[in-house]
């Protein structure tokens, strides 16, 4: 496999640039004539699915398909805000999924220009589900089929408003600043809250986490992670039950795949959004022993075949269980 960065202008924003990460086979003479673009989550940008070690895109393309994982701005190696180079707090929240979805939008547009193909699959990850399907929902017909992976959609949470709410008053939202950092210690101690096992060691690889940070601070100034607040304000309306987008004008083939752990996207949620997508061919598939950040554990290996099952079929496939 060879990986290179493509830089995209962003329709968006004059002079502001995208990240687009590509994977294809080597010695394959031209493109592969089908693409899969990854869309990131809330705080780690694109190369989340090229983790040596765990890397979904190498399996992408072992599945004959060229490979893509977009930064979106304000995350990675894509454009970002002069307020990001200041203290959080002197800033106001930004990149909401209304900007995220036009990105995705640029991204979708480069990939089929430079793949030759006038369709493309997308794997949408945490709120990379909620901003890909924004971007549906506007009317977008070059998806061919979506896989929405540990989907946020819009069913209370109580863990997430109390740890997203003012202290004391669970009905408003802590004034989030215009980004935030997370150290290699934070993001451990995030994904191990949701290990069950005794050992975390027992469901991931200690050194898949040393190698998925380095990957990602490759595009940073210093030792922690940045990304944008404006996912806070997303987030804060779809734990208080309250929906980003209309999942009834999701008309493509689409999977709705979780790890069974899974405390942000849980299984109430992601039921509720299989029922309320518009897609006549739709499936829920859970992955168990497995959490969040399931491309990444030892189980990843049963989530990458569900899926690449689900985009090769015919029907959605997959069914309870995992």
């Known amino acids: 496999m060879t990986t ?49 070690g765990a890397s979904w ?47 995705i939008a640029d991204a979708i ?28 929902a506007r009317g977008d017909a070059a998806i061919r089929r979506l896989v929405l992976f540990a989907p946020v959609y819009g069913t209370k949470n109580p863990g997430w408003i109390e740890g997203l709410s003012e202290p004391g008053q669970p009905n408003r939202l802590r004034a989030p600043g215009a980004y935030r950092t997370e150290t290699q210690a934070q993001a451990d101690a995030r994904w191990a809250a949701q290990i069950t096992a005794a050992r975390s060691d027992a469901w991931r690889d200690p050194a898949i986490l040393a190698a998925w940070f380095e990957a990602m601070l490759a595009d940073e100034p210093g030792n922690a992670v940045r990304a944008p607040n404006g996912v806070l304000l997303d987030l804060w309306s779809a734990f208080n039950g309250r929906p980003r987008y209309d999942a009834a ?22 039921l509720a959004l299989l029922d309320a997508l518009g897609a006549r061919d739709k499936a829920y598939v859970e992955i168990a022993h497995a959490s969040h950040f399931a491309l990444l554990e030892h189980r990843r290996h049963a989530l990458f075949d569900q899926v690449a099952a689900f985009l090769k079929s015919d029907g959605a496939g997959g069914a309870h269980g995992g």
Do not use: K, N
Request: charge should be negative.
């Open 4 to 52: 290179q960065r493509l830089t995209i202008a962003s329709s968006a924003e004059p002079g502001a640039t995208l990240s687009l990460r590509e994977a294809t086979a080597v010695g394959r003479p031209g493109h592969a004539g089908r693409a899969l673009l990854f869309v990131h989550g809330a705080t780690y940008p694109g190369v989340m699915f090229d983790v040596p």
């Open 57 to 103: 895109m190498a399996r992408a393309v072992a599945d004959g398909y060229d490979a893509y994982a977009l930064d979106m701005r304000g995350y990675g190696g894509s454009s970002r805000p002069d307020c990001m180079a200041e203290a959080p707090e002197a800033g106001e929240p930004f990149c909401r999924a209304e900007d995220a979805a036009v990105d």
């Open 109 to 136: 547009t480069a990939i089929r220009r430079r793949a030759g193909v006038s369709v493309v699959d997308v794997v949408a990850w945490s709120w990379g589900t909620m901003t890909t399907a924004f971007h549906i």
């Open 249 to 270: 004008r999701i008309p493509m083939p689409t999977l709705v795949i979780r790890g069974g752990a899974d405390t942000t996207a849980t299984r109430a949620d992601a």
